[in-house]
């Protein structure tokens, strides 16, 4: 008897189908301007290059089981695909979700996380068509030195404001993650690549041990 597919089991298998054809495309762009301009690549440094990104193979795992949970099925092939995950993708389903009021991992939850994903792969798309075209004309504003400290702090004013939300709905959980946070920060200053999946995988922990805790407390 043939089993039926439930509604994760199609996004996946349209996930995976479209994730390689995309995949596909883009290993076939250097081999097409390879047979069109004959022009072969020193594959000596191709294979050292590669060896040398083995490093990050745990840390994309790592990325993984961070921000699927948060963008979840067909927002994760999407968000993986296109880039920009933390600094845009992720916040932008979170926030879809808090502003439609969906459950996370709901089917509803899974139609706004992808519509939000989306919308803001065409959004980025568009901007940065637009930046390359007038890239030139505003060159002296971008550069201003009152500007520039602005622009240097977006990142953390967006994620700031994000964690606030969070942060005020279960604040017993904030102080560990948070004081490992500044502690990493400060000590080895380590990059947004590496620091938040290790804080993510603190943060999942300590809520495990605080749930178990709670149930400890209530027999």
């Given at each position: 008897?043939?089993?039926?597919?439930?509604?994760?089991?199609?996004?996946?298998?349209?996930?995976?189908?479209?994730?390689?054809?995309?995949?596909?495309?883009?290993?076939?762009?250097?081999?097409?301007?390879?047979?069109?301009?004959?022009?072969?690549?020193?594959?000596?440094?191709?294979?050292?290059?590669m060896?040398?990104?083995?490093?990050?193979?745990?840390?994309?795992?790592?990325?993984?089981?961070?921000?699927?949970?948060?963008?979840?099925?067909?927002?994760?092939?999407l968000?993986?695909?296109?880039?920009?995950?933390?600094?845009?993708?992720?916040?932008?389903?979170?926030?879809?979700?808090?502003?439609?009021g969906?459950?996370?991992?709901?089917?509803?939850?899974?139609?706004?996380?992808?519509?939000?994903?989306?919308?803001?792969?065409?959004?980025?798309?568009?901007?940065?068509?637009?930046?390359?075209?007038?890239?030139?004309?505003?060159?002296?504003?971008?550069?201003?030195?009152?500007?520039?400290?602005?622009?240097?702090?977006?990142?953390t004013?967006?994620?700031?404001?994000?964690?606030?939300?969070?942060?005020?709905?279960?604040?017993?959980?904030?102080?560990?993650?948070?004081?490992?946070?500044?502690?990493?920060?400060?000590?080895?200053?380590?990059?947004?690549?590496?620091?938040?999946?290790?804080?993510?995988?603190?943060?999942?922990?300590?809520?495990?041990?605080?749930?178990?805790?709670?149930?400890?407390?209530?027999?």
């Amino acid at each position: 008897m043939k089993k039926e597919r439930n509604y994760n089991d199609i996004n996946h298998l349209y996930g995976r189908i479209f994730l390689a054809i995309a995949i596909l495309i883009i290993v076939a762009i250097p081999f097409i301007m390879w047979i069109a301009l004959d022009a072969a690549p020193d594959f000596g440094i191709i294979l050292t290059s590669m060896l040398s990104l083995i490093v990050f193979v745990v840390g994309g795992f790592i990325e993984v089981v961070t921000y699927a949970p948060m963008l979840g099925t067909t927002g994760t092939y999407l968000g993986f695909f296109t880039g920009n995950l933390v600094n845009l993708k992720v916040p932008c389903a979170v926030n879809a979700r808090e502003l439609a009021g969906v459950e996370h991992g709901s089917k509803e939850g899974e139609i706004v996380s992808t519509i939000s994903v989306a919308t803001s792969t065409i959004v980025t798309t568009v901007i940065i068509a637009l930046g390359v075209i007038l890239l030139v004309p505003l060159t002296p504003v971008l550069e201003n030195p009152v500007l520039t400290p602005a622009f240097d702090m977006a990142f953390t004013a967006l994620f700031g404001a994000l964690a606030y939300k969070y942060f005020v709905k279960d604040p017993d959980l904030v102080p560990i993650p948070l004081a490992l946070a500044l502690l990493l920060q400060g000590t080895l200053n380590l990059g947004t690549s590496v620091l938040i999946p290790v804080c993510s995988i603190v943060s999942i922990l300590f809520a495990y041990w605080l749930f178990k805790k709670g149930k400890k407390l209530m027999k």
